[in-house]
């Protein structure tokens, strides 16, 4: 196709216009396998420790929730069981549709199609926003962490459960898949926008044998997924219906101020008054 310059001055600014607008990135192992996904969120955490220290550092009965890439709404059920409202947003069309499902009858909680840039709620309306394991990746997501302290009240929270690249063996097979992420600079670019980190360990319980290969298969490169699933085998020699792995989380919260609220800064971070 070849076009005139005025053509194609025009066809680069439409170019330019839809890169602009590309917010939402795939997740390839929910989107693509939702069944395999719902297992995995099944098999993680076993003994609730995420869920003990969010209800120890960021409580939320009685408050307005955002379940923010909430996916196909395995975590509503838990949040709506306290809070006073939730909202499960996800860009995810089909995973919008199944976390209506999932949460139909539930007078309290509404799922809505959305992005992290365009939160469907006012201003100062929002006790809590949950984030898990939503790819907050750090520089980049700038535009999230301001729409999150738009919709925040003073005094509110934004909580972002992700898996901790630094604990083994499981971190070490996402940095071996994920070369250019730094872990340093992310945990640098968190610390600069305010949000205290808490380290913790869990326990993921996989049923048996199928399940490792199946939930390991959706997380990384089909190689490190054979090294992966190998690897955990090799932990649990001798089980035959019970496969367990440790896997670490970071566990990072920033309040929105309760005081004077100056203009966040351009890296999304907390105000603060000199």
């Known amino acids: 196709m070849i076009l005139r310059p005025g053509k194609r001055r025009r066809y680069a600014e439409c170019v330019n216009r839809l890169l602009r607008k590309t917010e939402v990135y795939p997740s ?47 975590h509503l059920p838990r949040l709506a069981s306290e809070a006073r409202h939730v909202l499960g947003v996800e860009p995810h069309a089909p995973l919008v549709r199944r976390a209506r499902q999932r949460m139909e009858g539930s007078a309290h909680v509404r799922v809505a199609r959305g992005r992290a840039q365009r939160i469907p709620v006012e201003d100062a309306s929002v006790d809590v926003v949950h984030a898990r394991t939503a790819y907050f990746f750090g520089p980049g997501c700038e535009p999230g962490l301001r729409e999150v302290e738009r919709v925040l009240r003073p ?102 101020p309760t005081g004077l609220v100056l203009q966040p800064s351009s890296d999304g971070a907390s105000p603060s008054i000199p």
């Open 28 to 74: 390839p192992n929910i989107w693509y396998h939702p069944g395999t996904y719902e297992l995995e969120n099944r098999v993680q955490d076993v003994d609730g420790v995420i869920w003990a220290e969010l209800a120890a550092s960021v409580p939320w009965a009685g408050g307005d929730v955002v379940d923010l890439g909430c996916g196909d709404g395995f």
């Open 155 to 256: 005094g509110g929270a934004l909580v972002i459960v992700d898996v901790d690249t630094r604990h083994e063996p499981y971190g070490g097979w996402m940095r071996e898949d994920l070369p250019h992420y730094d872990p340093d600079a992310v945990d640098a670019f968190f610390e600069r926008a305010g949000f205290a980190c808490t380290r913790v360990e869990t326990r993921w319980a996989f049923p048996g044998r199928e399940a490792v290969e199946a939930v390991l298969g959706i997380e990384f490169s089909p190689r490190v997924a054979r090294r992966a699933v190998e690897e955990t085998l090799r932990r649990n020699i001798g089980a035959c219906d019970r496969f367990e792995l440790p896997v670490g989380y970071r566990m990072l919260v920033r309040r929105k």
